[in-house]
C-alpha cells in the first residue's frame, strides 16, 4: 500500500470510489482510526462487513437494489484545515447527510454524538 499525506482522507475517497464504481470490495492498510471509522460506518449501515487480517482491512460496502447506499461523500477536516463542531451545530444539520465526528468517546455517527451529547471533529459529511 502506498503512502499519503492524508492516509484517513484516502480511506474514505477509496470507499467512495468503491461505492460509486459498483465495487463491493475495498481493500486497504490497518490502522487503529481506520478500524474505528470502518465500525462507524458499519453502524450507519454504509459498510455490510469489517475483516482485518494481516495487517489489511478489508470492507464490503452495502448496496441496495443494485446501486450503493453510500451515494457521495465530502471531506470537511483536512491536513491544514480543522473543523469542530459543538453539539448544537451538530443539531442545527438538517436533511439526508450523516458526519463522522471524532469525539472523546471515539468516531461516532452524527446519531450517535447526539445520543452521549458530545461535539468534536466533523472528519467527513456522508450521504
Given at each position: 500500500?502506498?503512502?499519503?499525506?492524508?492516509?484517513?482522507?484516502?480511506?474514505?475517497?477509496?470507499?467512495?470510489?468503491?461505492a460509486q464504481a459498483?465495487?463491493?470490495?475495498?481493500?486497504?492498510?490497518?490502522?487503529?482510526?481506520?478500524?474505528?471509522?470502518?465500525?462507524?460506518?458499519?453502524?450507519?449501515?454504509?459498510?455490510?462487513?469489517?475483516?482485518?487480517?494481516?495487517?489489511?482491512?478489508?470492507?464490503?460496502?452495502?448496496?441496495?437494489?443494485?446501486?450503493?447506499?453510500?451515494?457521495?461523500?465530502?471531506?470537511?477536516?483536512k491536513p491544514g484545515?480543522?473543523?469542530?463542531?459543538?453539539?448544537?451545530?451538530?443539531?442545527?444539520?438538517?436533511?439526508?447527510?450523516?458526519?463522522?465526528v471524532s469525539t472523546?468517546?471515539?468516531?461516532?455517527?452524527?446519531?450517535?454524538?447526539?445520543?452521549?451529547?458530545?461535539?468534536?471533529?466533523?472528519?467527513?459529511?456522508?450521504?
Amino acid at each position: 500500500m502506498s503512502e499519503t499525506n492524508y492516509p484517513i482522507g484516502d480511506f474514505l475517497i477509496r470507499i467512495k470510489n468503491a461505492a460509486q464504481a459498483k465495487n463491493r470490495e475495498v481493500t486497504v492498510s490497518v490502522t487503529k482510526k481506520k478500524v474505528a471509522i470502518a465500525k462507524a460506518l458499519e453502524k450507519a449501515g454504509f459498510v455490510e462487513e469489517i475483516k482485518s487480517k494481516d495487517g489489511i482491512l478489508s470492507l464490503s460496502v452495502s448496496f441496495s437494489h443494485k446501486s450503493p447506499i453510500l451515494m457521495d461523500l465530502r471531506l470537511v477536516s483536512k491536513p491544514g484545515r480543522r473543523v469542530y463542531y459543538k453539539l448544537s451545530d451538530i443539531e442545527a444539520k438538517r436533511g439526508p447527510s450523516t458526519f463522522l465526528v471524532s469525539t472523546p468517546k471515539g468516531i461516532l455517527t452524527t446519531k450517535e454524538a447526539k445520543k452521549i451529547g458530545s461535539g468534536g471533529e466533523i472528519i467527513a459529511e456522508i450521504w
